[in-house]
């Protein structure tokens, strides 16, 4: 009979994360960069483990009622836990076309940038993880990490594109060099 249980909170849950995903789509992704199915997002592991640890949170929450309140409590720290790295997976994303591309950042307002106004980059290693930061003309930076799906991509696509909305070649760009993730001038700091 708990298993069963179990199965039918598994069930609300993930059927729940469907529609809530389905519908965040269809009300904030509207715009032709979110139709090209071009994009930057977190590893997928963000929302698998999110999921998970939610799922175990609930579990531990009904299970715990019996016996005592530390179970729960963890439970719903584990909930927690989950929620935000779903929510994270969910609101991070770098959607673009040949033109234009759209950064869209939890608890931000979307913003939408020309590739001519990437002004240039900086790298940081951190713990093995390439970051690339893009420094754009409104004093705003947009950053990529190397574990992210889709950034490789978008990085040749924004340099192709930044190249042409800018008017310079290929022998205009002496650090263009992606085997070492440069893609745009490098930025003094």
């Known amino acids: 009979m708990e298993i069963l249980i179990v ?23 509207g715009k032709k960069e979110h139709m090209t199915g071009m994009a930057v997002r977190q590893s997928k592991r963000y929302a698998s483990f999110g999921l ?17 309140w530390l179970l729960p409590l963890g439970g719903g720290v584990l909930f927690l836990l989950g929620a935000v790295l779903v ?20 608890g931000k307002r979307s913003v939408t940038y020309r590739y001519a106004q990437i002004n240039g980059q900086q790298l940081y290693v951190s713990y093995g993880t390439v970051i690339l930061e893009l420094y ?27 190249l042409r909305q800018t008017g310079r070649t290929l022998e205009d760009c002496p650090f263009y060099d992606p085997a070492n993730s440069c893609w745009f001038p490098p930025v003094e700091v």
């Open 52 to 68: 998970i640890l939610g799922v175990v949170g609930i579990a531990a929450m009904f299970q715990g009622t019996k016996n005592g």
């Open 87 to 106: 929510v994270f997976y969910m609101t991070f994303g770098i959607f673009y076309d040949t033109d234009t591309f759209i950064l869209t950042t939890f």
């Open 136 to 162: 754009m003309d409104d004093g705003r930076t947009v950053q990529l990490q190397s574990r992210m799906d889709g950034a490789y991509e978008f990085l040749d696509k924004a340099f192709e594109a930044w």
């Open 7 to 29: 199965i039918a909170v598994c069930a609300v849950v993930f059927g729940a994360c469907f529609l809530l995903d389905k519908g965040f789509t269809a009300v904030f992704r």
